[in-house]
């Protein structure tokens, strides 16, 4: 049986075939293209109960919350172009995380406001987070000086503003406060 190579990228957090992905019709793979997933580090190939062990240990690491596949429930990366139109344009209320790369307890705000998001769907309460650094002028716009912070939109207005790593059931109060 020949392999070739990436016939389908896979989710890198979950190691599924991604089916969005169309090769390059003139795609050929050659003899030094190897899969990373069908190689162990020394070279040699891996046998097929060794590939579905090491796609099962991938599952079950993104299944603990330390990973999230991109077409799983969360909160998605918005920039400063799409602001308008999905944080302050949005007609239902709209939970905006404000995060660094280098923030500690921004990782520890994602992973709650991640579990919230599993909880309501994209019809009541929506989900985003915009990285500070890269969108000062949003941030103080948005009176923003510290970090973590969670503000929640509804109709365009902020009506809450949260600072710092507050337990889930703060989230949750000001999410309810404002559901229709």
Excluded at 12 to 18: I, R
Excluded at 165 to 177: D, G, H, M, N
């Amino acid at each position: 049986m020949a392999t070739t190579a990436y016939p389908t990228p896979i989710c890198l957090s979950c190691a599924t075939p991604s089916s969005s992905f169309l090769p390059p019709s003139n795609f050929k793979p050659t003899k030094h293209v190897k899969p990373f997933l069908l190689y162990s580090a020394s070279g040699s190939r891996l046998s097929d109960s060794a590939i579905k062990r090491k796609r099962r240990r991938t599952r079950q690491r993104s299944r603990a919350g330390k990973v999230s596949c991109s077409s799983s429930h969360g909160s998605e990366t918005i920039t400063a172009c799409g602001w308008n139109e999905y944080a302050v344009s949005s007609d239902v209320p709209v939970l905006v995380e404000f995060w660094t790369s280098w923030c500690g307890p921004c990782v520890m705000v994602r992973r709650i406001i991640e579990e919230i998001s599993q909880d309501y769907d994209d019809e009541r309460v929506r989900f985003y987070k915009i990285d500070a650094d890269e969108y000062p002028q949003i941030a103080t716009s948005y009176g923003v000086e510290q970090i973590p912070t969670v503000l929640l939109f509804k109709d365009g207005d902020k009506v809450e503003s949260m600072t710092g790593t507050l337990p889930k059931s703060v989230y949750v109060k000001a999410i309810e406060k404002y559901l229709c």
